[in-house]
């Protein structure tokens, strides 16, 4: 699971795709566990490894099913240590048109405890035509943080085997729905996620955000490789 979308304003610039790990399909770099496929309620994958990686496309929409704006996200996963304590350090770098026609870069960095892959800290900086305009740090205990297993361990699995073709190609999939509110914005966002534990840096293949029932992102997995 993964740092995901999540939408809030700053500097008055849609900041539609903050990310924040929701779907958390963690993985090694030879291995990774799961249930077997017809378990109800399948573990959240654990599938990182070093230089893991994943490319997705994102669209974010108006509320009447147009396309406002596009970009695109690259994820990669390498080892590190935070406080003494072994990592895996995961970053999720997304760039796209912001509302006022700038481009918005977002950087998010999660520190995930190698044992657990509970979230040790998480920073996020967004600039705006190379211009710095939110620079946040979250641990645990603060207003902001979100563990991302935790959060994602809370959702309800919906289907198992569900096939989901995306730009990568076709995968079976684990989907999973839920709802989130984020500290800096009250709004609740229903939030869906596909994922595969064929797929490293979370093993997400696809996930949506949608607003009063209606879709607004979506993130469409395009190449991955380790």
Not at 46 to 56: H, I, L, P, S, V
Not at 207 to 215: D, P, S
Request: net charge negative; glycine share 8%.
């Amino acid at each position: 699971m993964v740092d995901v979308s999540k939408p809030k304003t700053s500097n008055k610039i849609l900041l539609a795709a903050v990310l924040v790990v929701i779907i958390v399909a963690a993985v090694s770099v030879t291995a990774y566990y799961c249930l077997p496929r017809e378990t109800p309620n399948p573990e959240v994958v654990t599938y990182f490894g070093e230089g893991a990686w994943a490319n997705f496309t994102l669209s974010i929409y108006n509320a009447d099913g147009t396309v406002a704006s596009s970009g695109n996200m690259l994820a990669c996963a390498y080892s590190g240590t935070y406080g003494g304590s072994d990592c895996w350090i995961y970053v999720e770098n997304t760039t796209y048109i912001g509302s006022d026609g700038s481009i918005v870069s977002d950087v998010v960095t999660d520190y995930l405890d190698k044992s657990s892959y509970s979230t040790l800290h998480k920073t996020e900086v967004v600039t705006s035509d190379g211009a710095e305009i939110y620079n946040e740090a979250f641990s645990p205990g603060e207003a902001g943080f979100m563990d991302t297993i935790a959060t994602v361990r809370n959702f309800t699995v919906t289907a198992t085997d569900k096939s989901v073709t995306v730009p990568a190609g076709t995968f079976s999939t684990t989907e999973r729905q839920g709802s989130i509110t984020y500290a800096s914005d009250p709004t609740t966002y229903d939030f869906s996620s596909w994922t595969s534990s064929t797929v490293p840096a979370w093993g997400v293949v696809k996930y949506q955000f949608h607003l009063g029932g209606v879709l607004f992102s979506e993130y469409l997995l395009e190449s991955y490789g380790s």
